[in-house]
């Protein structure tokens, strides 16, 4: 620490005094909705870092509750290398699969097994790392290996713990996602709405300013949590299962998911009864699920199933049913429409879905390519909604050659000139480009103008 005058450190006890506070506050009012001091005496302590902070920027806190507003300071969104495994999980489509996974622990010698029963929210994977109780990076899951830095954006999100209420160092996974309210009020706002409140939730976090990020109603539920056994820090804190880990994560102060449940291995027999319950809230929730998360309960087994090249053998995501299909991306190929506008589509095996095989499904623009973080080799999951062209929706497992996240081109690439950024979408701006005059051309001929060629259905 620097040798401060005695002035400056008195400032730098109230400053930190203040943070610690409000604080305090402030998670027992969001989280707890238990508020200990009135609204005006918040307000007031509040107002009085505001003043320090604003006289004496050098003694800002990064823990200081000032930030759950953010700021207009452009974010970066750098590359950063996980520090934990950041693993998928296998995935059930059928509740013979979920049978299936029971059999192969039962195979392996573990007869009396309970299991955690986790809504799988339908939202963004995301690591919180702490070092010394500090939130010191929040990352996406990126390709498993590397993510992009959201700290700034993850510090408005009033549920996410700045600072613990221990010391420890510990990494959480946890599910980043945007309510359906809040996805309703905003979508209606914009010109170009998003398809589903996953990809507008990605959209979010990665505004470049976090002025914009904070009060848009993101939040994130916490469902794991690593320690990092070698620090001293944590010397003496183990959990021996997931409801252990859960209810020590819970009294950290994160979030976690009030539905999860139990499920002994007798009780397995009744495994659809469970998903029948969580499916018929669906709907109620305030926040999309697109299936349920079954892991081991008991840590000790965990470890002894280990792990298969892919996945822990420990859990299984089990996905409700709907009319996607999935595939393995082969390419991303960039075509120029009539207007000058770039449309990426995803290329991949022949696959049936709907009644037609297809190999194509658009992946609208440069923006849409950024939040799913998709890569060549990743498996992607695709829809026909009515009748309109495939979409890529989700990337269900990223490719495990490290490829990273595809990278939109600068250049037009029919005519090679420069293209320009307008909104979502990216545009040839050469007039002369012969993508824009053959389109104009077979724009004539044609009785809609399609933006996008070369999709559909090939039957
Ligand atoms: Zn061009």
């Excluded at 959209?203 to 994130?220: M, N």
């Excluded at 299962?241 to 979030?255: C, I």
């Excluded at 998903?275 to 699920?289: E, G, K, P, Q």
């Excluded at 658009?362 to 009748?387: P, Q, T, V």
Aim: proline residues 4%; negative net charge.
């Amino acid at each position: 620490m620097s040798v401060m005058s005695d002035g400056k450190s008195d400032l730098k006890s109230e400053i930190d005094s203040l943070v610690g506070k409000l604080n305090k506050y402030s998670a027992a009012y969001y989280k707890d909705a238990r508020p200990l001091v009135s609204d005006a005496e918040y307000d007031r302590l509040y107002d009085r870092l505001v003043k320090l902070e604003t006289e004496h920027p050098e003694l800002k806190s990064p823990y200081s509750p000032t930030q759950r507003v953010g700021d207009d300071a452009i974010q970066g969104f750098e590359d950063v290398k996980h520090t934990i495994p950041v693993l998928s999980l296998d995935k059930a489509y059928g509740i013979a699969d979920l049978e299936n996974f029971r059999q192969r622990i039962f195979k392996a010698g573990f007869r009396d097994v309970s299991f955690s029963l986790e809504e799988k929210i339908d939202g963004l994977s995301v690591v919180l790392y702490y070092e010394h109780g500090s939130l010191s990076r929040a990352v996406t899951r990126g390709n498993g290996i590397v993510g992009s830095d959201i700290t700034a954006g993850v510090k408005t999100i009033r549920s996410v713990p700045l600072m613990l209420d221990k010391p420890i160092t510990i990494a959480c996974r946890g599910e980043l996602y945007l309510d359906k309210k809040s996805f309703e009020r905003i979508n209606g706002t914009l010109s170009e709405p998003y398809a589903n409140a996953r990809n507008l939730a990605a959209g979010l976090i990665k505004r470049q300013k976090t002025s914009e990020v904070a009060g848009t109603g993101l939040d994130i539920f916490i469902y794991e949590g690593f320690l990092s056994e070698d620090a001293p820090e944590n010397r003496g804190i183990v959990f021996n299962s997931h409801a252990e880990m859960l209810r020590f994560l819970t009294e950290l102060g994160f979030r976690t998911n009030p539905h999860t449940r139990f499920v002994g291995f007798d009780e397995f027999d009744r495994i659809d009864e469970f998903i029948a319950d969580a499916t018929s809230i669906r709907a109620t929730l305030d926040y999309d699920i697109d299936g349920m998360v079954l892991k081991v309960d008991d840590f000790s087994i965990r470890g002894k199933l280990g792990y298969t090249q892919h996945h822990p053998r420990w859990a299984i995501a089990y996905k409700f049913e709907s009319p996607v299909a999935r595939s393995v991306l082969k390419d991303i190929q960039v075509q120029v429409g009539r207007t000058g506008r770039l449309t990426p589509v995803a290329v991949f095996d022949k696959t049936f879905l709907l009644g037609s095989f297809i190999e194509n499904a658009s992946l609208h623009n440069k923006g849409y390519i950024n939040e799913l973080e998709i890569a060549i080799g990743d498996e992607i999951s695709f829809s026909k909604r009515g009748d309109v062209i495939p979409q890529v929706e989700e990337v269900l497992e990223k490719n495990e050659s490290g490829n990273k996240t595809f990278r939109f081109p600068d250049k037009c690439p029919v005519c090679g000139g420069k293209v320009e950024d307008i909104g979502k979408n990216t545009f040839c701006i050469n007039d002369q480009c012969p993508a824009r005059i053959v389109g104009e051309a077979a724009f004539f001929v044609s009785k809609t103008a399609m933006d996008i060629e070369g999709i559909g259905s090939s039957t």
